[in-house]
């Protein structure tokens, strides 16, 4: 299957700095990208879908000033969680599609802030 | 609202015998559905879908069934093996309402004993 590279895997941040985490599509071009966060034994919700080269569209009760989502080319997303906070901590795990109907997963990012 | 449920939370099962897990949805409006493993801490993978044309799909030890007039989807893995052991997740497209946004269950977990 596709391959779907997400960065870093594994990050600890102090409480009020942000932090990027890139998701990149290596061997297709993503024509759209989604962000998921998920919860200690619960589902991946869904943060926001982001288009190459417009605006992401943010789910309902996600911050679009405190998760932004850049997605300026086909192979790459990032997402920034800005002035982050310990409930911030989570597991962000980004997904691309190129067109057809499976989505493929990165790898996943465990973030904690202390 | 949880549009795409997966009832059991968990599932344990011997090696060598069949595994199946089930998952139900309320949007009639979902045309694929897909079937998602994951490990801790990593992204999920794509394991096998199926079109709402279709109430079957096979690939190796993995089939998943569909029944529209029930909106009940399921996986069956058979043999179960030690390696399979991961928690499942759902997922549900509906194409004319969200584009390529997939609605996931809440997953269960499988543990395939020896």
């Known amino acids: 299957g596709a391959v779907v590279s997400q960065h870093p895997s594994r990050v600890i941040c102090k409480s009020g700095t942000s932090v990027k985490i890139e998701c990149r599509s290596l061997?297709?071009?993503?024509?759209?990208m989604f962000w998921y966060r998920q919860f200690p034994k619960q589902s991946l919700m869904l943060m926001a879908t982001s288009n190459e080269g417009s605006k992401a569209t943010y789910e309902q009760g996600v911050e679009k000033d405190k998760f932004l989502i850049n997605h300026a080319s086909l192979t790459l997303s990032t997402l920034t969680v800005t002035s982050a906070h310990p409930e911030d901590s989570s597991f962000y795990i980004c997904?691309?599609?190129?067109?057809?109907?499976?989505?493929?997963f990165g790898q996943g990012t465990r973030l904690t802030v202390v | 609202d949880q549009q795409v449920k997966q009832n059991s939370p968990s599932l344990s099962v011997q090696e060598g015998r069949i595994s199946i897990l089930n998952c139900d949805y309320t949007?009639?409006?979902?045309?694929?559905f897909l079937w998602y493993k994951k490990y801790p801490a990593e992204g999920p993978t794509f394991l096998i879908s199926i079109s709402s044309i279709k109430d079957k799909n096979e690939d190796g030890r993995f089939t998943v069934f569909l029944n529209k007039s029930a909106k009940h989807l399921s996986l069956h893995i058979v043999p179960s093996q030690p390696g399979d052991s991961a928690v499942y997740f759902c997922a549900a497209r509906d194409f004319t309402g969200g584009g390529n946004k997939l609605t996931f269950g809440t997953g269960t977990q499988l543990k395939v004993e020896l």
């Open positions: 949007n009639s409006m979902f045309d694929y």
């Open positions: 997904s691309a599609q190129g067109g057809n109907t499976e989505a493929f």
């Open positions: 061997d297709f071009q993503a024509t759209t």
